[in-house]
């Protein structure tokens, strides 16, 4: 089976420092891996994916995942955050064959205080 | 349309009553998804649909709910006789055909919100 874990419920950071939010996943075979955020009263919005390639992948609002096979994470990061990157974000895998949806974690509250 | 469209934005119902929710894909996006974002619970599959195939109705969580989608474009998600921990925000997703395509992802409408009093 195929699954993904958010370990922190809520990353709390200051404006201008760098953010880090967590995701781990297990899945059969090579992942494709999907980083989404959901704005308030908003459906999710696509950030960022891992295909193949590069392990830094880069993304939408200055967003970049670094793909680590041999401790299989997926983590966001962003050197500088800002305020507007408070949201609620997800991480999601889905196996290159087999189950053809993709499984999400249960989301990361991110907080960037002034 | 430009993006999914899912409707009622919200929905109030009485426990018992029947629900449905609506979803209209992006056009000539073949595969449909349900999920379920819970309070604390993240994003619970409900179904998916890929084409004329038969849905993958695994994620279901009881025999009260239903869906199906109509000449491979429109979606309804009906749940029978609600119960309070039905209530939840209901997200609609649809993508192009999957398999081997680098550009795999998910296209979510705003969702409804359904609370069962």
């Known amino acids: 089976a195929q699954s993904v874990a958010q370990p922190e419920d809520q990353v709390n950071v200051a404006e201008g420092n760098p953010l880090t939010v967590k995701c781990t996943y297990s899945?059969?075979?090579?992942?494709?891996l999907f980083w989404y955020v959901q704005y308030p009263n908003r459906g999710l919005q696509f950030l960022l994916k891992?295909?193949?390639?590069?392990?830094l992948v880069k993304g939408s609002y200055g967003f970049e995942a670094e793909f680590n096979k041999s401790q299989t994470s997926f983590h966001l990061k962003k050197p500088s955050a800002l305020v507007s990157d408070s949201a609620l974000y997800f991480c999601?895998?889905?196996?290159?064959?087999?189950?053809?949806?993709?499984?999400f974690g249960t989301g990361t509250r991110l907080l960037v205080s002034p | 349309g430009a993006g999914v469209s899912q409707s009622p934005s919200n929905k109030v119902t009485e426990k018992g009553k029947d629900v449905e929710l609506r979803c209209d894909p992006i056009?000539?996006?073949?595969?449909l998804y349900w999920y379920r974002q819970s309070l604390g619970q993240g994003l619970e599959f409900l179904i998916y649909?890929?084409?004329?195939?038969?849905?993958?109705k695994s994620g279901l969580p009881s025999d009260r709910f239903s869906a199906e989608r109509t000449g491979g474009s429109v979606s309804t998600l009906t749940i029978q006789r609600t119960q309070q921990e039905d209530s939840a925000v209901y997200l609609c997703?649809?993508?192009?055909?999957?398999?081997?395509?680098?550009?795999?992802?998910?296209?979510f409408g705003s969702g409804t919100r359904l609370t069962v009093v």
């Open positions: 997703a649809s993508s192009t055909r999957p398999p081997g395509q680098e550009n795999y992802g998910y296209t």
């Open positions: 899945v059969s075979g090579n992942p494709y």
């Open positions: 891992y295909i193949t390639g590069d392990n």
């Open positions: 999601a895998v889905r196996a290159f064959t087999g189950f053809q949806k993709l499984v």
């Open positions: 056009s000539g996006h073949t595969a």
């Open positions: 649909f890929q084409g004329n195939s038969a849905p993958d």
